[in-house]
């Protein structure tokens, strides 16, 4: 079940706002499609990332795909829990399954994405296409 | 009138030019001051792949619950053991060497060798006798050893060699390797394996510089995932022993503390003590002994062979232009031809290469088309627990001919003459996907790699898909 206090991008990874800052993890959507998740190639506090860019790569056991940053800032705190667990993602991907904490730097970026209804209209259209 | 050929040095080089030499019917006289088999068989290529074996062993141990293995107990290692058993198998290619020379009639005589003119080689015992040889062809084959950082001397305790490490006489619990090219990208892994703390510290901008693009980015990954500290674009500024071990200041500011420093720039050839000058012949800028495509140097009757050329630092090219010089010296006409090397790196995952890399090709201006394929798309690979890898091919985009091959990942240098075959035979990216592969193996990846060249790759999902 997708939570609904959260905005969602639409390369599959969501954002869960605190003033300035932005936690920012992978969809449920995403992590069933990369399945089990092997290796998360973290990256070091204070990289600066853009919206809409890579912010960190996710190795699974299918595939190598990279982590699109939905808000532009400088990475705050990262989640070392996933160095020895990765698989924490696959578990718990709205929850203790969080990539990085950034501190935004235009936190009106936060405006263009999606809802949970839209993300959800977003998947069947995928889906459809 | 048999032809007296004399080599000085007998390493991959010099052993196997003694050989072919011996089997042209040539009187063979190698000069050798330490053991036959030189750097790779003493201190290099053998001593820490087998030393590799171990912690690969190791690490399949570490990880057997993955395959349903149970093991009770602590898996841990037993250190003179690995020494023991690295000690063997280098003995036992001592001797394979020794008794080849035997059966081929090769003289082999324990000396530091020198030219004293174009005709004689010297042999100085380490009593101080000496012994002059008369040679109607003389191949150098005195290859190299490891180069210090300037005012860094090593000390064999604090600041290690590859020599130094090589010998394992312990393990330290953190090391700071200067370099990230071959050697120190290999002990890297190693000594990581063996439970060391290690900070790797690389001048370049990436790890294993002289690798396409794509390997080195895979390997710096790889290396993360041991948990092994890659500081790139950095010199060392300055380094101290300490009570603790050493303390390293780097151009970047920052300060590197460890146990151990294992200084693995490069290497220095050894002409030096040579007497090049008395033959005629003089070194180049780096030390080298300058030659053409012969192995010819510009002393007609005297060739140079291996590290001590300048030319390419591997064994098995030192190998073939023995081989070269050999025949040469012996009335062939043989030419060396450098365009598919291939070369193994046993890191962890391995890397093959052979041919262009991706900026090499870039740099000389020419269009090619690449193609890339995942080991995680490998069945066999799944199997084996060996995800981590990929295999890339490169063309001539309008010829469609192999210009490199690249592989990272289980048994890459193994995997990759494949590669170098295709390269040397000229065929097309084309060809080599058509050939059939055998299911299931790791070289289903060069096929596939071959056809993603032209976005045919099968086990590969659509573009933006």
């Not at chain 2, 250190?79 to 020794?98: A, C, F, H, M, W």
């Not at chain 2, 790890?207 to 396409?212: K, Q, T, V």
């Not at chain 2, 990846?445 to 999902?461: F, K, R, T």
Request: proline residues 4%; negative net charge.
């Amino acid at each position: 079940m997708n939570p609904d206090d959260i905005k969602y991008h639409r390369e599959h990874a969501w954002v869960r706002v605190e003033g300035k800052n932005a936690t920012i993890g992978i969809t449920d959507m995403a992590q069933q499609q990369l399945g089990d998740i092997v290796y998360v190639d973290l990256p070091e506090r204070d990289t600066e990332t853009d919206a809409d860019s890579e912010l960190c790569e996710i190795e699974s056991t299918k595939a190598t795909s990279p982590v699109i940053s939905p808000v532009s800032g400088r990475v705050l705190e990262v989640n070392e829990d996933l160095g020895d667990s990765p698989e924490i993602i696959n578990e718990d991907p709205y929850g203790n399954g969080w990539i990085v904490v950034i501190t935004m730097s235009d936190p009106s970026e936060v405006n263009d994405l999606m809802t949970r209804d839209e993300y959800e209209k977003f998947l069947k259209e995928e889906e459809e296409r | 009138m048999l032809t007296r050929i004399t080599i000085v040095g007998s390493g991959p080089g010099g052993y196997v030019a003694a050989i072919r030499a011996a089997q042209r019917g040539a009187r063979v006289t190698v000069v050798e001051d330490a053991e036959v088999g030189g750097t790779c068989l003493n201190w290099g290529c053998i001593p820490t792949k087998t030393l590799i074996a171990s912690t690969d062993a190791l690490e399949m141990a570490r990880h057997a619950a993955d395959f349903g293995v149970e093991l009770y107990g602590e898996v841990t290692y037993n250190l003179p053991k690995i020494r023991e058993r690295r000690d063997k198998v280098v003995s036992t290619q001592i001797k394979g060497i020794r008794a080849l020379f035997k059966s081929w009639g090769v003289d082999l005589i324990p000396g530091r060798g020198s030219l004293i003119s174009e005709d004689v080689v010297r042999a100085v015992r380490k009593d101080g006798t000496t012994q002059d040889i008369r040679s109607d062809r003389i191949i150098i084959a005195t290859g190299s050893r490891p180069a210090a950082i300037p005012g860094l001397p090593f000390d064999g305790n604090n600041i290690l060699s590859s020599n130094d490490a090589v010998l394992m006489h312990e393990v330290p619990a953190s090391i700071l390797i200067v370099g990230a090219g071959v050697i120190g990208c290999e002990f890297a892994f190693l000594y990581r394996s063996l439970g060391s703390n290690v900070t790797v510290v690389e001048m370049l901008p990436r790890a294993l510089a002289s690798e396409d693009e794509d390997i080195s980015s895979l390997i710096e990954k790889e290396l993360k995932k041991a948990k092994i500290k890659l500081i790139t674009g950095a010199r060392i500024e300055s380094m101290k022993g300490t009570a603790e071990g050493v303390t390293a200041v780097l151009s970047n500011g920052q300060e590197v503390q460890a146990a151990k420093a294992l200084v693995s720039i490069g290497r220095a050839l050894n002409t030096e003590g040579l007497r090049l000058e008395d033959a005629g012949l003089a070194a180049g800028k780096r030390g080298e002994v300058p030659v053409n495509d012969r192995m010819e140097t510009i002393v007609p009757g005297i060739y140079a062979i291996g590290d001590v050329t300048g030319i390419m630092m591997l064994a098995h090219v030192a190998s073939r232009q023995g081989i070269v010089a050999a025949e040469n010296a012996l009335g062939g006409s043989v030419r060396m031809d450098y365009t598919a090397v291939p070369a193994g790196i046993f890191t962890r995952p391995e890397i093959g290469s052979a041919g262009l890399r991706e900026h090499q090709a870039r740099e000389r201006g020419m269009k090619i088309s690449t193609g890339t394929f995942p080991y995680r798309a490998l069945g066999k690979a799944h199997a084996m627990g060996e995800i981590a890898g990929i295999v890339k091919v490169i063309a001539d985009a309008g010829t469609d001919r192999v210009l490199g091959v690249h592989i990272c990942g289980a048994h890459a240098a193994d995997l990759v003459h494949e590669g170098a075959l295709a390269i040397t035979m000229g065929a097309t990216s084309k060809q080599l996907g058509a050939m059939i592969h055998a299911h299931p193996t790791l070289a289903e990846g060069i096929m596939e790699a071959a056809e993603a060249v032209h976005g045919n790759a099968i086990h590969l999902p659509r573009e933006g898909k």
